[in-house]
């Protein structure tokens, strides 16, 4: 596998299936439609530093998907911004392309001279990101209970 990772401005012919990933990981259940979610993920087609989307492919084939977002729980408005909506495609999870993305975004909001960044997963993810060099910084927040994390701008760790 060749991994490349392209800002989804760059890749736009990836639009779509970014789009049907992240309404069916996290948006169809809830009923929000996919109309919806695209468009959301247009607001990352801007020429705005935030938000923006990432795209990991194999050449041609879509491999996964992350952003960076201003908010990305309602529960805490006041942290901004976050790595939002990772999503690595069945086949090509463990081969760290999670950790590639994750990493590639946070390390692009560190460029934009931000300090810290934030972003919020369910309970079972925890130690995915704690090895990457997140921190939790509050446990169980919301409907979903999820895990609210911090990493500061210097601490990027290896991919597992």
């Not at 491999?63 to 960076?68: A, D, H, P, R």
């Not at 909506?85 to 390390?107: F, K, P, Q, S, Y």
């Not at 460029?111 to 079972?124: F, H, K, N, S």
Request: proline residues 6%.
């Amino acid at each position: 596998m060749s991994l490349a990772i392209s800002d989804l401005r760059q890749r736009p012919e990836f639009f779509d299936t970014v789009a049907m990933r992240i309404w069916q990981a996290w948006w169809e259940a809830e009923g929000a439609s996919l109309d919806y979610i695209s468009g959301r993920l247009r607001e990352n087609m801007s020429d705005t530093p935030i938000p923006f989307a990432l795209v990991a492919h194999d050449g041609e084939a879509f491999l996964g998907t992350s952003s960076v977002i201003a908010s990305d729980l309602a529960e805490r408005p006041q942290l901004t911004p976050w790595v939002a909506a990772v999503w690595v495609e069945e086949e090509a999870r463990g081969r760290g392309v999670g950790a590639a993305l994750v990493n590639r975004a946070t390390e692009d909001c560190f460029a934009l001279d931000i300090g810290r960044a934030y972003l919020c997963a369910r309970p079972r993810m925890s130690g995915f990101y704690e090895r990457l060099g997140w921190t939790v910084i509050e446990p169980k927040v919301g409907l979903h209970q999820l895990s609210v994390f911090v990493r500061e701008a210097g601490k990027i760790n290896s991919p597992p």
